[in-house]
């Protein structure tokens, strides 16, 4: 068999509350990336938006058969909604961050409750361990007052010798 002992519950606490701000950190990571890859996306195609729009104003100058005028409206609506949907995913993205962020917060305060737990235990296994030691330290010193007054009593004590019978002044 081992000598080892049981895990303590606190200890099992505080590894399961590492562990779970751990993953909460790693979604936070995933919510913020995807976020980062939303805005780089709606700024290319606000980007775009502008440049087809300016490119249009100029264009407007010169006449243009009606197709192409009827193509480019339809491009640049196409546009406008892949920004409209780029914009709600984006809002999605930063509710999910932030619920992601408030998680791990959480999860953070978990971790340090459940340290805090296992120092006040460690903290009261110590004081216990101290107060054992203590008394184990009482115990031999009495037990040596004891023995040294026993020799003192057997070497010669004051007291007068009495061969097994009192002695009365």
């Not at 606000?46 to 010169?62: F, N, P, S, T, V």
């Not at 030691?133 to 037990?143: I, K, L, P, V, Y």
């Amino acid at each position: 068999m081992s000598d080892q002992k049981p895990p303590d519950a606190r200890t099992v606490l505080l590894d399961k509350a590492q562990r779970s701000a751990e993953q909460r950190a790693q979604v936070l990571a995933q919510h913020q990336q995807r976020l980062a890859r939303l805005q780089a996306s709606a700024q290319r195609v606000g980007e775009m938006l502008a440049d087809y729009q300016r490119r249009l104003a100029e264009d407007h100058r010169h006449p243009r058969p009606m197709a192409d005028t009827r193509n480019d409206r339809l491009f640049l609506h196409n546009l406008q909604g892949m920004a409209d949907k780029l914009g709600q995913d984006l809002r999605a993205g930063v509710a999910h961050r932030d619920a992601a962020a408030q998680a791990l917060a959480e999860a953070e305060r978990a971790v340090l409750q459940a340290r805090k737990l296992l120092e006040l235990a460690e903290k009261a296994r110590r004081a216990e361990q101290e107060r054992r030691e203590q008394a184990a330290m009482d115990g031999w010193s009495t037990m040596r007052h004891a023995h040294k007054a026993h020799e003192h009593d057997a070497a010669g004590s004051p007291l007068k010798k009495t061969q097994g019978r009192p002695e009365f002044s």
